[in-house]
């Protein structure tokens, strides 16, 4: 076995020293916000929260979690999200798997349409008129539909599906499977790093989304999560909130970003390890090649 020499040492040991300050200087905000969630108020306009709680207070989990319209809310954002992500996942796969054949007629005219829309949008007013003229408001197409496709996840997926080889799909023409057919027994089978990569792109993308939701959506039963939180922090900083006394409402402004922040990422950070391990592969092999 070959030592390595002085230099590659050397190389390590900075080398791992610099990526062990990046972890830290990623991961101190967040516990940061974790923290003066849980912290008081007296001490968060201090600025004596750093690491670790002081005055332990959990006065605006209680006045959230105690709202039923937050629950309500909650599920609408873990529903809006499953059924975007299961649209956008299909409509993706099936434009980039058309997308990755190199013989096929118009695939320059295809991909054009699509990088086309990376650069020129219709434009806010048009776009809401066009979803309420298709009658979408108030219903969780409004989100899903609009936002179906990333172009950026559309390219990358594409690519990934060119690297596949050939063979594999001309041998499955040969026994008799279906366009179809072979997407779904063949290449996506051999694609779940790509697919778990997506999944989490999209995902992440429509849960914290707010904007279309607070555009085309006019009950408070129907809004997600995002729109509740945002409300919340409006109330609170304005000195709206009727359900709180006053000091209910100071503790309630002092750290409602920050619960805020918590309650958003929380569902994704749970998620995200078990899909982390097809992440690096997932981009990395769907990379647009030079």
């Known amino acids: 076995m070959v030592r390595p020499s002085r230099s590659h040492r050397v190389f390590q040991r900075v080398n791992g020293l610099i990526l062990t300050l990046v972890v830290l200087v990623t991961l101190y ?82 991909i054009g349409v699509a990088v086309f829309t990376m650069f020129f949008t219709g434009g806010l007013i048009p776009n809401y008129i066009l979803v309420t003229s298709l009658g979408l408001k108030n219903s969780v197409w409004a989100i899903a539909l609009p936002n179906a496709i990333s172009v950026f996840n559309l390219l990358v997926m594409k690519a990934f599906f060119e690297n596949l080889p050939t063979e594999l799909e ?39 989304s707010w904007f279309s939701a607070f555009l085309y959506m006019d009950r408070t039963d129907l809004m997600p999560v995002t729109v509740y939180l945002r409300n919340l922090i409006q109330g609170a900083t304005g000195g709206g909130n009727a359900g709180a006394g006053a000091e209910q409402l100071s503790q309630v402004g002092a750290n409602i970003q920050s619960v805020t922040i918590v309650l958003t990422a929380l569902p994704i950070l749970c998620v995200y390890p078990f899909v982390q391990r097809y992440f690096v592969s997932g981009v990395m092999l769907g990379a647009v090649k030079g």
């Open 170 to 208: 001309e041998a499955a023409q040969i026994d008799g499977l279906s366009t179809y057919g072979t997407l779904l027994r063949i290449v996506l089978p051999l694609s779940k790093a790509v697919v778990a990569t997506m999944v989490l792109f999209y995902s992440v993308s429509f849960w914290n």
């Open 29 to 110: 905000p967040f516990v940061n916000i974790l923290a003066r969630s849980f912290s008081g108020e007296r001490q968060i306009r201090a600025g004596e929260v750093t690491l670790l709680p002081k005055g332990f207070n959990l006065t605006t989990y209680e006045i959230v979690f105690q709202d039923s319209m937050f629950w309500r809310n909650y599920g609408n954002t873990v529903l809006y999200t499953v059924v975007a992500t299961a649209v956008a996942m299909v409509l993706t796969t099936c434009y980039a798997y058309v997308l990755s054949k190199k013989n096929l007629k118009g695939r320059g005219a295809l």
